[in-house]
């Protein structure tokens, strides 16, 4: 089945820091999918993308998907420490998505 | 709140006993996924349902099942628990484009 590669598995910054979580697929993706979850909480859907070289941004987060359609980033510009939490990407296999194994990110303040 | 709601949040049972979890969706999303995330551990798909059909399954065991009535709620039945079973179980729903809503997740302990 559809399977997504994430890397790194855990990533510590000191806040005012940059984070990149990568994730890789070994077939194009219709679309992909990220979510934070913090912790001892639920995954939280934060965006799709669905172009060819597609980048998005939500404030201090900037999404990218790669022009093979088998990779995407999502990189925080100068973490605080509300970006802790474990990032997920997930994609499409058929009707349903999987998800990668996750990025934790801790941040200290 | 998201608007999937799961019960109950926690569950302690023993090893060999048998639970129900119970997601009711947002409304007006009709398809249902159940993952299973163990401590630390990735979201791991479970089933999915639409408007009261299954539509995949992933790594489900067959000690586990699943349904979805007809309001749409559905249930995930764990037997012959093992201690290995012991996780964080989220249902989430969707229209079937965009993103998944997650509920707040069931937590069972088997002991």
């Known amino acids: 089945g559809q399977q997504v590669m994430q890397i790194p598995q855990y990533q510590h910054v000191q806040e005012g820091e940059d984070f990149t979580t990568y994730c890789n697929s070994s077939?194009?993706?219709?679309?992909i999918q990220w979510y934070k979850q913090r912790p001892g909480g639920h995954p939280v859907f934060l965006i799709q993308?669905?172009?060819?070289?597609e980048v998005k941004k939500q404030k201090r987060l900037t999404f990218q998907f790669g022009e093979a359609k088998k990779n995407s980033s999502l990189h925080i510009t100068a973490t605080q420490t509300t970006d802790v939490g474990t990032y997920f990407c997930a994609g499409p296999n058929f009707n349903k998505f999987y998800f990668g194994s996750g990025t934790k990110l801790n941040v200290k303040p | 709140d998201s608007g999937v709601t799961q019960t109950p949040k926690h569950l302690i049972t023993a090893t060999g006993q048998r639970v129900t979890l119970r997601c009711s969706p947002r409304?007006?999303?009709?398809?249902v996924y159940w993952y299973q995330q163990s401590l630390d551990q990735g979201l791991q798909f479970l089933i999915q349902y639409y408007n009261g059909e299954e539509r995949a399954k992933g790594n489900i065991l067959e000690r586990f099942s699943a349904q979805q009535f007809p309001d749409l709620h559905s249930e995930l039945n764990l037997s012959s628990l093992e201690l290995g079973d012991s996780a964080l179980y989220f249902c989430?729903?969707?229209?079937?484009?965009?993103?998944?809503?997650f509920g707040s997740g069931t937590r069972l302990t088997v002991v």
């Open positions: 993308l669905v172009k060819s070289g």
């Open positions: 077939t194009t993706l219709s679309n």
């Open positions: 409304s007006g999303d009709l398809s």
């Open positions: 989430a729903s969707s229209t079937g484009t965009g993103g998944y809503t």
